[in-house]
């Protein structure tokens, strides 16, 4: 009786712990059934699963331009987007500079006009295309002083122009004497930051500036008057925009964060667009202008939203690459006829250099 009882005793031990774990395994499986339902109806962040990791900071190196990168600064979204990381804002006064804290790796997201950036990628910079944020019209401009006595371009010879080298501003300037057939020798075109351009003018050191918002409205409210536009040049021919790069390395490492950052340029472009009154006030303080002079600065410069991107005026798709890449071939051949660079490559390294693919469905 004894041996008989200890075998139903353990008989009885083993069928009990079986019955755990099959109660237990049915919960497991209850509970991935159940994660399973909610991941279908509401997709995890990013924080929440280990495929998506993100970085402990994402370092924006952004411009002060009425756009919807610099709304969505304004705004919040991209701190709304990811709240457990470091979000830092790095201001640069132009694209020149921009390259050179992509370069050293101190930014991992930058923007730049056309011109610094066909430059970046001539000279094999580790960054590509992933946003085109806006084709610049009226934004740009040649202000020059009321008493200077210019009314032309054809007036500007013997004159002192400002402008900050390798820019958009420059390259439209440049454009605009090529399209009038005037020789820039005739000019003293000086380089300039755009921070500095005011007080240059309010010294009387230069006669006029080919600059960008908000320094063009500062200008003009000082007795500036514009001479020609971006828009202008561009109608000949010498289009002009800006675009978002982001380095290689932080591109592999966190193609879902690229995703999800342009996920927020979408949205602030979106608010930009519908809500221009409430994008004015945000922005008006980032650009250091009434809300009156940022809406109209707003007005003076095209948006690009996430839907856009691949329109085969812009970035295009994989299978089909679009209009962007011909047109920073052609700007890369203008700073060639500049001196700015030595040589310019195919347009399949400009094509190469656009990410159209992080936007497939």
């Known amino acids: 009786m004894n041996r008989l009882n200890r075998k139903l005793a353990r008989l009885f031990a083993f069928s009990f712990m079986t019955a755990l774990l099959l109660v237990a395994a049915a919960c497991g499986s209850a509970n991935d059934a159940g994660g399973r339902s909610d991941a279908s109806s509401k997709p995890p962040s990013s924080s929440q699963t280990a495929a998506d990791p993100l970085p402990k900071e994402i370092r924006i190196g952004y411009q002060v331009s009425p756009n919807g990168e610099l709304t969505a600064k304004a ?91 390798s820019s958009t501003s420059h390259f439209s300037l440049m454009s605009a004497l090529k399209q009038a057939n005037i020789d820039p020798a005739t000019i003293k075109i000086i380089d300039m930051q755009a921070p500095d351009l005011v007080a240059a003018w309010q010294r009387g050191d230069i006669d006029g500036a080919y600059i960008w918002q908000p320094v063009q409205s500062k200008l003009l ?21 800006e675009f978002g790069v982001v380095r290689n390395d932080f591109l592999a490492k966190y193609p879902n964060v690229v995703k999800q950052y342009i996920e927020v340029l979408d949205e602030g472009t979106k608010f930009y667009r519908d809500h221009p009154r409430e994008a004015s006030e945000a922005l008006a303080q980032e650009l250091g202008l009434s809300p009156e002079d940022t809406l109209q600065a707003m007005n003076e410069i095209t948006v690009l939203d996430a839907s856009q991107q691949t329109d085969e005026k812009y970035m295009g798709t994989p299978d089909k690459p679009g209009e962007f890449g011909a047109l920073l071939k052609a700007t890369a051949d203008f700073l060639v006829e500049q001196q700015s660079i030595k040589s310019a490559p195919d347009v399949s390294v400009f094509q190469k250099a656009i990410r159209n693919d992080l936007y497939s469905k």
Do not use: C, M
């Open 75 to 165: 705004l919040g979204l991209a701190e709304k987007k990811f709240p457990n990381v470091k979000i830092s804002w790095l201001k640069f006064d132009s694209g020149r500079d921009v390259n050179t804290a992509i370069a050293s790796g101190s930014i991992d997201f930058g923007l730049v006009g056309t011109p610094p950036g066909a430059s970046g990628i001539v000279q094999g910079l580790p960054d590509q295309i992933y946003y085109i944020h806006d084709v610049i019209g009226e934004s740009e401009a040649l202000v020059v002083q009321g008493k200077s006595g210019i009314s032309s371009l054809e007036d500007l010879k013997g004159k002192t122009i400002a402008t900050t080298f």
């Open 221 to 241: 409210a000082d007795d500036g008057k514009i001479i020609i536009t971006s828009k202008e040049v561009a109608d000949k021919g010498a289009l002009t925009g």
